[in-house]
């Protein structure tokens, strides 16, 4: 097995399997902070030594840190997120602390990426911030700049502003398709490439949850998130198909089930990368079998038959859960970066 790897910006090269973060916050659980850094260790060594977090994941710069002390070769994509209440009074001065901070919890003196995202495109500023971005690039503070969660419009709005966007992060995934549209042309013709998290749904694209009953409240943030997805994409019984689908196709490679809902993800136009989220390096072996088979054409086509039926998710990338009032965005907490 060999790690794939991708040229992300001239001379910065990527797994394409990126180890995210946000397991690691609040909401999801007990985390064993001393377990999960000595674990992230185990990720580098597979290859896996790009890492992804935000500087609204509570604590989890400061535990990546502590890990890049051992390790200061690891590469670390972080987020500048100003909170919704505080998009009108974004300044220069706002940008430079949450630079310095994520700086400091992350032991660099320069970020490797950073993926800015705006609340709201009703509040003006978004590009005039992002160019403030752009200017502690030039100043040698952070060494690439992406965005995450915006719609083709507003991606394409900065790239015209001259802003050197890399990356987009998106949510993409066999349950939601939507970056394929508008997103998806905007690379062709851009620059920008994908950064996917949800690929595995939150743990949910996943062996365990096959033949499952379908669960009632649930108290994990992610499992919360993606089960609305899953509801978009067609329900349970839709989503079950699509499980004991892609067991079958898992069973012919040899693969687990979670490995090929990666490899479709990672098949599609302009991705770069799927981001894969973990507390531990438990399920580690499992996620690199992605790099031990390929997907062939009898294996699309059946994948292919499915979704025809099952849409999922309508619309530009993160349309949905920027209303406020609507499923997915009155989930959303929006006002996670205040000062330590």
């Given at each position: 097995m060999k790690v794939e790897t991708f040229e992300l910006a001239p001379g910065y090269v990527i797994p394409r399997l990126v180890r995210g973060g946000w397991q690691l916050a609040g909401d999801h659980g007990e985390v064993d902070a001393a377990r999960a850094i000595d674990d992230m260790a185990q990720f580098v060594r597979a290859g896996i030594n790009t890492f992804d977090c935000a500087d609204i994941y509570t604590g989890v710069e400061a535990l990546i840190g502590q890990y890049r002390l051992r390790d200061p070769s690891l590469k670390v994509h972080t987020k500048f997120v100003p909170d919704l209440e505080d998009l009108p009074r974004v300044d220069e001065v706002y940008v430079r602390r949450i630079n310095a901070?994520?700086?400091?919890?992350?032991?660099?003196l320069a970020l490797d990426l950073v993926q800015f995202h705006w609340w709201d495109y009703a509040v003006p500023g978004m590009v005039p911030v992002a160019q403030l971005l752009a200017r502690l690039r030039e100043e040698g503070l952070v060494r690439h700049l992406g965005g995450t969660n915006f719609?083709?419009?507003?991606?394409?709005?900065?790239?015209?502003?001259?802003?050197?966007?890399?990356?987009?992060q998106v949510q993409y995934s066999l349950l939601d398709r939507r970056p394929a549209g508008a997103m998806a042309?905007?690379?062709?013709?851009?620059?920008?490439?994908?950064?996917?998290?949800?690929?595995?749904?939150?743990?949910?694209?996943?062996?365990r949850w096959l033949g499952a009953e379908e669960p009632g409240q649930l108290s994990n943030r992610s499992h919360i998130k993606y089960k609305l997805v899953i509801d978009d994409f067609g329900g349970w019984a839709a989503f079950q198909d699509l499980l004991a689908l892609l067991q079958r196709i898992g069973d012919k490679h040899g693969v687990g089930l979670s490995a090929v809902a990666t490899r479709w993800v990672l098949d599609q136009p302009h991705v770069a990368a799927a981001i894969?989220?973990?507390?531990?390096?438990?399920?580690?072996?499992e996620h690199l079998q992605v790099f031990d088979f390929r997907l062939d054409a009898a294996d699309r086509a059946g994948i292919d038959r499915l979704l025809a039926r099952c849409p999922g998710p309508q619309g530009d990338t993160y349309a949905l859960e920027r209303d406020r009032a609507g499923r997915h965005g009155r989930i959303m907490k929006y006002n996670l970066n205040k000062a330590d």
């Open positions: 901070r994520s700086r400091e919890r992350l032991h660099t719609d083709a419009p507003h991606t394409e709005q900065m790239l015209d502003a001259g802003l050197p966007l890399v990356s987009m042309a905007l690379c062709a013709r851009s620059p920008v490439r994908l950064l996917c998290y949800g690929t595995l749904a939150g743990g949910l694209l996943t062996a894969v989220g973990a507390r531990y390096a438990a399920h580690l072996p």
